[in-house]
């Protein structure tokens, strides 16, 4: 029984990572959304990458780990693996915008893997530019803004 499980709990995050440049293949559902409690309020300002680290510790690090090198507990189980958000040569050529859409739409919206599920429906779109921010704090060498 307790195999059964973590085989389920690995295929349930198999389906919500993947690596972003692989072509897609097949629609994947978002992850379920959770209402917002109605206390919380929307965070304001500039993207802010310690909020993004936070965020993505609990979305992202499952599948990308925790410092974005792809080698999070459920990459093994993946093909294909998981995006090296700590691989400058790749990451600091990719807009803001693009890795805003990806995260909220999924890996399909532009043309990579079907195991990066869309997170837009239960991340808001401020929620998502600070986890941008703090991919840009992954990249060796530093992202340099043009």
């Not at 690596?19 to 409690?37: F, G, K, Q």
């Amino acid at each position: 029984m307790r195999l059964r499980t973590t085989l389920w709990i690995v295929a349930a995050a198999a389906l919500a990572c993947g690596r972003s440049d692989e072509p897609a293949t097949a629609p994947v559902a978002p992850p379920a959304a959770a209402p917002a409690p109605a206390t919380a309020a929307a965070p304001t300002g500039p993207p802010d990458p310690a909020r993004g680290a936070e965020l993505y510790a609990a979305n992202c690090a499952t599948c990308h780990g925790p410092r974005g090198d792809g080698d999070g507990p459920a990459a093994a189980a993946l093909n294909p693996r998981p995006a090296k958000h700590s691989d400058g040569a790749v990451m600091n050529v990719l807009s803001d915008a693009f890795l805003f859409q990806v995260i909220q739409q999924g890996g399909p919206s532009v043309g990579k893997s079907v195991m990066m599920a869309p997170w837009g429906g239960t991340l808001s779109d401020a929620q998502i530019r600070d986890i941008v921010a703090f991919v840009r704090t992954l990249a060796t060498p530093p992202y340099s803004p043009r």
